[in-house]
């Protein structure tokens, strides 16, 4: 039985039509702005990508009600990867569709039935107490209702066609979702982070995410071209909301993905935190050069307020990387 939630009315912060069936819905995780959820409106039937954490779900509902909606009309909660500011939610939300099916990854999907070792990893990192405040509890859903979502599996919403794609590089469990019709696609953090405080009269400002623990550079150049190669209008972003299908975009972030390997390979010989705290500045450094460079001049408090957080987070991914791949 479903637990009662809290009605949030969505207003222009919360959800943003998109057109053509596609909203798009701010989780609230964060800030405002930095993580989203997608919502597909086909027929008098609904599909969502991506969920957010568990104190996401009353905004999905609401969301969906405000589309005159029910939560039987849902019959899909497609995740583009297992991270949890994409799929921490995903256990609650179910718990309130009855007869949606959980699409993900095949890499991904005993995370889901038992979400124990991702919890347990992640607590590792932040703790318990940080853990439930920032993502809520996670829920296990029964086996029966995950459906392994691999390379070329096609989903029809009332005959919206939706093709899966196995897009690692930024992790070996992520999905990009070509929405066929529509002519957009959904690519989770495959391709990069775009947050609209950095957008000017240039356009918009992208960048890569190493976020741990599965970083490979080449993956994630192969998995940005074939993307492209689908020619889509344009592209929809967990970090965040849609941004044009341009070749800038792409250049930007194959030129970012090899900048930040070639700064992590030259502290490859250093470890600990001396080599952390390098990897730190460097891409604080890397990045801030680049958003000059694009015409974006705000101040450090600022610049560190947006992407502190994602700083510190590749820093790790990369360092991670290093440790990994001897080689390199």
């Given amino acids: 039985m479903s637990q009662s939630l809290p009605f949030v009315t969505p207003d222009p912060v919360t959800c943003q039509p998109l057109g053509d069936g596609t909203l798009l819905i701010d989780t ?9 959820a997608y919502l597909l409106v086909e027929g008098g039937r609904a599909a969502f990508v991506d969920c957010g954490t568990a104190h996401s779900v009353p905004r999905l509902l609401a ?4 589309q005159g909606l029910q939560p039987t009309d849902v019959e899909a909660l497609i995740l583009t990867h297992i991270h949890l500011d994409h799929a921490g939610g995903a256990g609650q939300l179910l718990q309130h569709l009855p007869h949606a099916q959980l699409l ?17 990893g992640a607590s590792a990192v932040y703790g318990e107490e940080v853990m ?21 599996h096609r989903f029809s919403l009332a005959g919206r066609e939706l093709h899966f794609l196995d897009t690692p590089g930024h992790a070996r469990h ?13 690519t989770g953090d495959t391709f990069g982070l775009s947050y609209r405080e ?10 890569p995410t190493t ?34 299908a341009q070749p800038e975009l792409t250049a930007q972030l194959h030129r970012l993905i090899d900048a930040m390997v070639t700064l ?10 001396e080599r952390h705290m390098r990897l730190v500045q460097g891409l604080a450094c890397l990045y801030r050069h680049a958003l000059d460079q694009h015409g974006w001049h705000g101040d450090e408090v600022e610049f560190m307020r947006l992407l502190g957080n994602d700083i510190e987070l590749n820093a790790q991914g990369l360092g991670i990387w290093l440790d990994q791949s001897p080689t390199h």
């Fill in 28 to 36: 609230g995780f964060v800030r405002p702005g930095f993580d989203g």
């Fill in 63 to 66: 969301t969906l009600a405000a």
């Fill in 104 to 120: 993900v990854h095949p890499r991904g999907a005993r995370h889901m039935a038992d979400p124990s070792k991702l919890w347990a």
């Fill in 132 to 152: 439930r405040r920032d993502y809520g509890e996670l829920l296990p859903i029964p086996a029966e209702r995950i459906i392994e979502a691999g390379e070329g």
């Fill in 174 to 186: 992520h999905l990009s979702i070509h929405d066929i019709s529509r002519e957009q696609c959904f």
């Fill in 198 to 207: 950095f957008d000017t009269p240039a356009g918009v400002f992208i960048l």
């Fill in 211 to 244: 976020t741990p623990v599965q970083f490979d550079p080449r993956a994630l150049h192969a998995s940005i071209d074939r993307i492209m190669a689908l020619q889509p209008r344009r592209l929809l972003l967990t970090h965040y909301g849609p941004v044009t």
């Fill in 264 to 273: 992590a390979q030259d502290q490859a010989q250093l470890g600990g935190e």
